[in-house]
């Protein structure tokens, strides 16, 4: 089991910039692949960014260039920088930790959420 904490939301005017952070704690040897998502209201959670053991990322071609993963492994703290934000960034936005290291049934954690809204 992992358990994961998300923070940094909060309101922004578009051009604007955000980090947010997610802390995991329990299995974290276990993590194969943790991510980031975003859902908001009338819409299916989409897929931010990922963020491999072995250092590669992943965004999604709309995303690329304005969004950055990273990870910092001595305090188990996954990151998110966002950069260039839009009114449709807006959203609450999940960290997410797979688990494959340890488990073959696809297990996974989710963050309780941390929104993030972009208005003038």
């Known amino acids: 089991q992992v358990h994961l904490v998300e923070s940094g939301g909060a309101s922004v005017q578009p051009g604007g910039s955000l980090r947010l952070s997610c802390v995991a704690s329990?299995?974290?040897?276990?993590?194969?692949?943790m991510g980031w998502y975003r859902q908001s209201p009338g819409k299916q959670r989409e897929l931010v960014a990922t963020?491999?053991?072995?250092?590669?990322?992943w965004y999604p071609n709309s995303l690329k260039g304005r969004f950055a993963i990273s990870r910092d492994d001595n305090n188990n703290t996954m990151y998110l920088q966002m950069n260039s934000l839009e009114p449709e960034d807006t959203a609450v936005y999940y960290c997410?930790?797979?688990?494959?290291?340890?488990?073959?049934?696809?297990?996974?954690?989710w963050g309780q959420g941390t929104q993030v809204t972009v208005s003038t």
């Open positions: 997410n930790a797979a688990l494959a290291l340890c488990y073959s049934d696809y297990q996974a954690s």
């Open positions: 963020f491999t053991i072995g250092g590669s990322t």
């Open positions: 329990g299995e974290t040897d276990c993590i194969s692949t």
